[in-house]
């Protein structure tokens, strides 16, 4: 008979303890560097600043992955996740300072200037017109073009942008300070209060998620639109959300931290779950193809015949193919792979590799979509181009690390008094 375990934290380290106070200020100074190495190997502000847009891409899509599974555990009230809820739980939290790294984004827009986004000085339709439209005043536009006009203006966006980050911050901050606070108080009655916000918590993240995604990145090219766009930055978001909070419980338990609490039965339901997005996100990229492939509209088609028939990027669309979706869907299809702590390990690394490769093959063909439909393959970049695309990806990735020390500091790693704490260290996979 299964010997039932108590509801006890029993992990010598349940936190990061004076670990964090050395990491922040080392991640600082290597961002900073790797930040600056990369704008002088750019060769200019135009390419770094779509680098530093797919990187910010990136990590936000992580973080509010991460805010996704907080929101759907206490939707679910599920019980087997609760060690693994408090990881999320900070990473949902770094959404707020991420408000900070989206600056250059958001002055670079301000300041009037389109080299991120055509749309700043009225370019709705610059790519696939001989850009009449853009010096017509607004009233003498077709009526879609208006509607464009009115939604895509910088001060717009910035309103738009600073009640994004309003909500995810707010979410955020409720669901991490309740359940810290229920770490002292115990009880079932902020469990309850926290799954009665889940629900309309959800919508507003659906909303918020929806419209972020159409500003960041489809924005690029504004003369292009997808209906199922959102719900591939969502796919993609909540996978590499699920591979770091596998990667970072690997990492801490290696460290000796929550050696206890975090078993082989949670990673084989992460796995399963990265498993089943892998999937989705296979599903939503492939059904948007094939509608736009098959009703053949030049508004439409001229997105996908950029990244799949011009030179240097048709060949990262077959990377994605087979590295985002079909190496993954064989490798954790069986059981021992997801059981196996250093597989997993790997695993996540390299499922996180691919999904920044799926943010960088979303912006950059924009940034080498040069003027007369000549395109700037990826063969055509140099090697100290490239030397500084990883530059800049390292850098943000030392901010986004030093930022989550920060939230996290000498915070419990675990829940401490969950209701459903038991349940969780009981978790079993039949």
Same mark, same amino acid.
Not at 84 to 107: G, K, Q, V
Not at 302 to 322: A, H, M, P
Not at 339 to 353: D, E, P, Q, S
């Given at each position: 008979?299964?010997?039932?375990?108590?509801?006890?934290?029993?992990?010598?380290?349940?936190?990061?303890?004076?670990?964090?106070? !050395?990491? @922040?200020?080392?991640? =600082?100074?290597?961002?900073?560097?790797?930040? /600056?190495?990369?704008?002088?190997?750019?060769?200019?502000?135009?390419?770094?600043?779509?680098?530093?847009?797919?990187?910010?891409?990136?990590?936000?899509s992580?973080?509010?992955?991460?805010?996704?599974?907080?929101i759907?555990?206490?939707?679910?009230?599920?019980?087997?996740?609760?060690?693994? !809820?408090?990881?999320?739980?900070?990473?949902?939290?770094?959404?707020?300072?991420?408000?900070?790294?989206?600056?250059? @984004?958001?002055?670079? /827009?301000?300041?009037g200037?389109?080299?991120?986004y055509?749309?700043?000085?009225?370019?709705?339709?610059?790519?696939?017109?001989?850009?009449?439209?853009?010096?017509?005043?607004?009233?003498?536009l077709?009526?879609?073009?208006?509607?464009?006009?009115? #939604?895509?203006?910088?001060? #717009?966006?910035?309103?738009?942008?600073?009640?994004?980050?309003? /909500?995810?911050?707010t979410?955020?901050?409720?669901?991490?300070?309740?359940?810290?606070?229920?770490?002292?108080?115990?009880?079932?009655?902020?469990?309850?209060?926290?799954?009665?916000?889940?629900?309309?918590?959800?919508?507003? #993240?659906a909303?918020?998620?929806?419209?972020?995604?159409?500003?960041?990145?489809m924005?690029?090219?504004?003369?292009?639109?997808?209906?199922?766009?959102?719900v591939? #930055?969502f796919?993609?978001?909540?996978?590499?959300a699920?591979a770091?909070?596998?990667?970072?419980? =690997?990492?801490?338990?290696?460290?000796?931290?929550?050696?206890?609490?975090?078993?082989?039965?949670?990673?084989?339901?992460?796995?399963?779950?990265?498993?089943?997005?892998?999937?989705?996100?296979?599903?939503?990229?492939?059904?948007?193809? =094939?509608?736009?492939?098959?009703?053949?509209?030049?508004?439409?088609t001229?997105?996908?015949?950029? !990244?799949?028939?011009?030179?240097?990027?048709?060949?990262?669309?077959?990377?994605?193919?087979?590295g985002?979706?079909?190496?993954?869907?064989?490798?954790?299809?069986?059981?021992?792979v997801r059981?196996?702590?250093?597989?997993?390990?790997?695993?996540?690394?390299?499922?996180?590799?691919m999904?920044?490769?799926?943010?960088?093959?979303?912006?950059?063909?924009?940034?080498?979509?040069?003027?007369?439909?000549?395109?700037r393959?990826?063969?055509?970049?140099?090697?100290?181009?490239?030397i500084?695309?990883?530059?800049?990806?390292?850098?943000?990735?030392?901010?986004?690390?030093?930022?989550?020390?920060?939230?996290?500091?000498?915070?419990?790693?675990?829940?401490?008094q969950?209701p459903?704490?038991?349940?969780?260290?009981?978790?079993?996979?039949?």
């Open positions: 008979m299964h010997e039932t375990r108590p509801a006890k934290i029993t992990s010598p380290i349940v936190s990061l303890s004076d670990g964090y106070v !050395r990491t @922040i200020p080392s991640a =600082l100074i290597v961002a900073a560097i790797g930040l /600056v190495l990369s704008l002088i190997l750019s060769g200019g502000t135009e390419r770094f600043l779509y680098v530093y847009l797919t990187n910010f891409a990136f990590l936000l992580i973080c509010l992955g991460c805010l996704f599974f907080v759907i555990m206490f939707l679910t009230r599920a019980g087997w996740s609760v060690t693994l !809820r408090r990881i999320a739980e900070l990473y949902a939290m770094c959404t707020l300072p991420l408000a900070i790294l989206f600056l250059p @984004i958001l002055i670079t /827009v301000l300041s200037s389109d080299v991120l055509p749309w700043v000085n009225g370019g709705w339709s610059i790519h696939n017109s001989d850009g009449a439209l853009a010096h017509l005043p607004a009233d003498q077709p009526p879609l073009e208006q509607l464009k006009a009115a #939604f895509l203006s910088p001060g #717009f966006f910035s309103v738009r942008w600073i009640a994004y980050f309003a /909500v995810w911050g979410l955020a901050a409720f669901f991490l300070f309740t359940s810290l606070r229920q770490d002292k108080e115990g009880g079932i009655q902020l469990t309850h209060r926290m799954q009665a916000i889940a629900a309309p918590a959800l919508i507003v #993240f909303a918020t998620v929806v419209f972020a995604s159409f500003d960041l990145e924005s690029l090219e504004p003369f292009w639109f997808s209906t199922m766009f959102p591939y #930055f796919a993609g978001g909540v996978l590499s699920l770091t909070i596998t990667l970072t419980a =690997l990492w801490l338990q290696r460290t000796g931290r929550v050696t206890d609490e975090i078993t082989t039965e949670h990673y084989h339901d992460m796995g399963k779950l990265m498993f089943g997005f892998v999937v989705f996100w296979g599903y939503i990229a492939f059904s948007q193809f =094939l509608l736009i492939w098959y009703a053949n509209i030049p508004e439409e001229f997105w996908y015949d950029l !990244r799949i028939n011009k030179n240097g990027w048709k060949t990262l669309s077959y990377v994605l193919l087979i985002h979706l079909f190496i993954p869907f064989l490798a954790m299809m069986g059981r021992t059981r196996n702590k250093n597989i997993m390990f790997g695993a996540t690394i390299y499922l996180l590799v999904h920044w490769l799926d943010h960088f093959w979303l912006v950059m063909p924009h940034y080498n979509h040069a003027p007369g439909g000549h395109v393959g990826l063969a055509t970049t140099s090697f100290l181009t490239m500084g695309d990883v530059a800049c990806t390292v850098a943000m990735v030392a901010a986004f690390i030093a930022i989550f020390c920060l939230v996290a500091r000498t915070r419990p790693l675990v829940p401490l969950d459903r704490l038991g349940e969780a260290l009981n978790h079993e996979v039949h």
